[in-house]
Nanobody, 120 residues
Framework: QVHVVESGGGLVQPGGSLRLSCAAS????????MGWYRQAPGKERELVAR???????DYADSVKGRFTISEDNAKNTVYLQMDNLKPEDTAVYYC??????????????WGKGTLVTVSS
């Protein structure tokens, strides 16, 4: 059994910061890949940032230099530090984890989403 908790969304003024967390627990061997996606009203879901199995990070052009994805292997947790937030960053943010369980099966997990609103 695997349990994942997303947290950290909220309302912030332009130029402010937020940190999103996505913590997995349970019968986990390791996280093979992890990422954050977002969906703004009336738009399709898009990749924000991800860490691949080679431990390299990819970012959407619109967030490069402002957002940082990181992981804590010991806690099976992935973070998204968002700085210098802009109104166009307003969206529901989703965590995506590729979890290898201790029984060596892969789970492609999507979080329920956390709302980030950037507004004055």
């Amino acid at each position: 059994q695997v349990h994942v908790v997303e947290s950290g969304g909220g309302l912030v003024q332009p130029g402010g910061s937020l940190r999103l967390s996505c913590a997995a627990s349970g019968m986990i061997f390791r996280l093979n890949a992890m990422g954050w996606y977002r969906q703004a009203p009336g738009k399709e879901r898009e990749l924000v940032a991800r860490i691949t199995s080679g431990n390299s990070a990819d970012y959407a052009d619109s967030v490069k230099g402002r957002f940082t994805i990181s992981e804590d292997n010991a806690k099976n947790t992935v973070y998204l530090q968002m700085d210098n937030l802009k109104p166009e960053d307003t969206a529901v943010y989703y965590c995506n984890l590729i979890i290898l369980t201790i029984s060596r099966s892969n789970i492609d997990y999507w979080g329920k989403g956390t709302l980030v609103t950037v507004s004055s």
